[in-house]
DNA sequence: GCGCCGATTGGCT
DNA sequence: GCCAATCGGCGCC
């Protein structure tokens, strides 16, 4: 796999959708980078949708806009690229269109193909370790705010490809690491894969035990 | 204007 | 299991 064939990003259309659907259907295709000229290739096994305006756990939540999330409300299939807890990167997808504030977030992949490239950006050797978790993946890959955010997918320095040859069963559970509608089930995951990012029950239980007070 | 908190991670107890 | 790192937005005074 030393010299990829480049095949076909997935068209705009199929970021033209609700991101519910579009989260649950990216689970399984191929996510290839040449962020900083060095080859990356995984597949996705894990994604969450936010649906925008009317999500609570959204950044486009009530139309919010800030010089930050300006991306969130541009064309699909476009790159939504923030900072989370002001040091790590996470990957957007843009979904249905402009100004709808709606995205999928990608959580997780499985490393396919340049792993060595992953290990020296991650400082890490474990496989699972690598890609497991959406601030992992974005540094595996070499994605970065100035790299991707704004940017149309096709044509970037990472694209996202149908996988003709996966059939995997599909998993929906609640979203992580949120505390506003953390009972939503928007999380999608490739069921078994050993390459989706662990998290602790309890984090998720106080979120909720946060929403919904005892007595 | 100030303080809190998050779509996280990694290291230490 | 717990907590610090780190920073911009937002709620609240």
Redesign the pocket.
Known sequence: MKSPRRAAPLPVGFFERSAEIVARELVGTLIASTADGRWTLGRIVET?A?LGYDDP????YRH?????NAA?YGPAASW?V???????W?A?LVCLGEGSGS?V?LRAVEPLDGLDVMRHR?S?ELVE?LCS?????C?ALGITRSELDGRLMRGSPVEVMAAADWSGVIEATP??????AADWPLRFTAAGSRFV?RR?V?SKLRAVA?EHPPG
């Open positions: 969450e936010y756990a959204s950044h486009g919010r806009r800030h010089a930050q969130l939504y923030y900072r989370s807890y002001g040091m790590h996470c957007n995205a977030l991650r890490v370790s978790g959406p601030g992992r993946l540094q979203r992580i690491g949120i505390s506003k990012s602790t309890t946060r």
